[in-house]
């Protein structure tokens, strides 16, 4: 893969030159406190641990989202999730600290439909069913990178 560049989103302001490290969501998800007054997420947890469990059955030579940085491939991709992140979030260009590092381009949208209620749908099916096709990488929707490799902030675009 040749792409040079990506676009990331954020809700707090990020410098040009800022090196993003990678891992910042595994360290998040490992920092949940269980049983707690913000304990509200735990369905985010049980996606996150269903995606790592497929990973690990079906292509464990592929990174982590634990230990992953994001970005999207494209810059209308990151546009059209702005306004998940808040009405301040910025859009901006980003470029990998290694090159070199282990990547996997997954369909984000695949993502989004595990998370997505679904009260008349069975959840783990529909995980199982996602999850493998998120670890494939057959992209139908918007791309997204995962990277064992910090991210530099290019520049702020909006």
Known sequence: MDQKIYYLVRSRPRAKGEV???GSHGRAVAQYKH???AATHGWKLAIEFGLETSRLQEAPA???RFESSFAFLS???AE???RQFGPTAGVYEVELVNP?????IADYDLFLTICRSEPHVDFIPKLRTHAQAYWQGVCKGMRELLTTSDL???RRLQ
Do not use: F, Y
């Open 35 to 37: 049983l707690t007054a």
């Open 80 to 82: 059209g999730q702005r």
């Open 62 to 64: 592929k990174p982590s």
């Open 152 to 154: 530099r902030v290019s």
């Open 75 to 77: 810059l209308a991709d």
């Open 100 to 104: 070199a590092a282990p990547r996997h």
């Open 20 to 22: 993003l490290p990678a």
